[in-house]
């Protein structure tokens, strides 16, 4: 039991060696230190060159924020021929015309019980293969498909050309290889 007296007097002992009575010394030591420093100089600010004016001078050209016309529209709207070619909005759209024209490729040909009867092989964007004749419609941009050869599908597209105005535009989808 003395042991245990002895033990609990020295840690006492060793406790109190170690409170201080301001336990600020520290930081206050290192303030005044630093304050002892010579103190430096604050560069000035650098000089700003004047800003120079420029006057706005297109102010009758087209405005930045609309979108830019073709260079073959730029005539005046009631110059536009109409266009009697319009896309059929009661027809039911197929499935390849879900994709871009872009993401479709020729893989190759089947051909029809009857002469001359020849089908198409498209490769969709995701791969899959699917089998179109003529008068089937593909491409975002309602193409119709107007022949078919052992090398090409032809087709033709209903794009927009202006204000409520459509034009048809001749394209070509050429075969291809199964590696592209």
Do not use: K
Request: hydrophobic share 40%; proline share 8%; charged share 25%.
């Amino acid at each position: 039991m003395r042991i245990s007296v002895y033990l609990i007097v020295l840690s006492g002992i060793v406790l109190a060696g170690c409170v201080q009575e301001d336990p600020l010394v520290d930081l206050r030591d290192y303030v005044a230190e630093i304050d002892a420093r010579p103190s430096g100089t604050i560069p000035p600010p650098p000089e700003f060159a004047a800003f120079e004016f420029v006057s706005y001078t297109a102010s009758g050209e087209r405005s930045p924020f609309e979108a830019p016309r073709p260079l073959d529209l730029e005539v005046d709207e009631a110059e536009v021929p109409r266009s009697n070619v319009r896309p059929d909005p009661d027809r039911v759209p197929e499935f390849l015309e879900t994709y871009r024209v872009e993401n479709l490729a020729m893989v190759g040909t089947l051909a029809g019980l009857q002469e001359g009867d020849l089908w198409g092989l498209i490769r969709d964007g995701d791969g899959e293969i699917h089998r179109v004749r003529v008068g089937n419609y593909m491409g975002r941009n309602h193409g119709e498909i107007i022949s078919i050869s052992e090398t090409q599908i032809d087709l033709i597209e209903i794009v927009p050309s202006g204000q409520d105005n459509w034009v048809e535009r001749p394209r070509a989808i050429v075969l291809s290889g199964l590696d592209n």
